[in-house]
């Protein structure tokens, strides 16, 4: 049972341009979403994280928004640079970080 | 200084044989992770420890035993490792608070069972 989806397996974006990568989650128990960022034989590391309860949260060039209605979150970055490649894992966690549940991941590269 | 890490960080080995993978943090967090990252890429929360305490174990194989001799250090032993093991073994720590505290990973194990 996938409790947290990421359908894009891949994206492809300018230098300069915005990259929008996205998330829908099935379990409305969920209290906060994260975004863990992974370089090729690297472990994840975390980026930016949202609770349930706001629907927009910014971190310089990273912002994350919460459609709790929709169950769907997206992480936006803007400008997007190359050292930005890399796979982006969408996370969700109850009110203790016990337990991650983590997103299949979504390639991003950015051409120059 | 790696906060978190682990060793080896590649295991080749043959089916039916025992297998230890280490891993140690120095941010001195209460709280430990093992991940396993499968072939379709999915990563999955397999134990949790604080301070020592196991305190999450997810329907994970009895042949797999973590073992945490001091809140720094969280081992894997895998014993009589078959095929469907084959993936790479992520350790993480934490401080064990809220759900939007930031996790630190290792660099992973990849586990290849032949």
């Known amino acids: 049972d996938q409790q947290v989806k990421q359908n894009s397996p891949s994206l492809s974006v300018q230098e300069g341009r915005i990259s929008i990568l996205n998330c829908d989650y099935t379990n409305s128990m969920f209290d906060y979403f994260l975004w863990y960022k992974k370089y090729p034989a690297e472990g994840p590391t975390f980026l930016i994280s949202i609770s349930s309860i706001k629907d927009k949260n910014e971190d310089g060039r990273f912002t994350v928004f919460l459609n709790k209605s929709a169950k769907h979150l997206s992480l936006h970055i803007v400008p997007s640079q190359p050292g930005d490649s890399a796979v982006y894992f969408c996370?969700?966690?109850?009110?203790?970080?016990?337990?991650?549940?983590f997103g299949t991941g979504t390639r991003l590269q950015v051409t120059l | 200084d790696t906060a978190v890490s682990q060793t080896p960080k590649y295991l080749v080995t043959q089916m039916g044989n025992d297998k230890s993978i280490k891993c140690e943090q120095n941010?001195?967090?209460?709280?430990m992770y093992w991940y396993k990252q499968d072939s379709k890429k999915f990563l999955k929360i397999m134990f949790s420890?604080?301070?020592?305490?196991?305190?999450i174990n997810e329907t994970v194989p009895n042949r797999f035993s973590p073992k945490s001799p001091d809140k720094a250090h969280l081992n894997l032993h895998i014993n009589s490792l078959e095929l469907g093991d084959s993936a790479v073994y992520f350790c993480a720590s934490g401080v064990g608070g809220t759900g939007d505290e930031k996790l630190f990973f290792g660099s992973g194990t990849q586990l290849s069972v032949l």
């Open positions: 996370a969700a966690s109850g009110s203790t970080a016990s337990k991650l549940t």
């Open positions: 941010l001195g967090h209460d709280t």
């Open positions: 420890y604080n301070n020592k305490e196991l305190i």
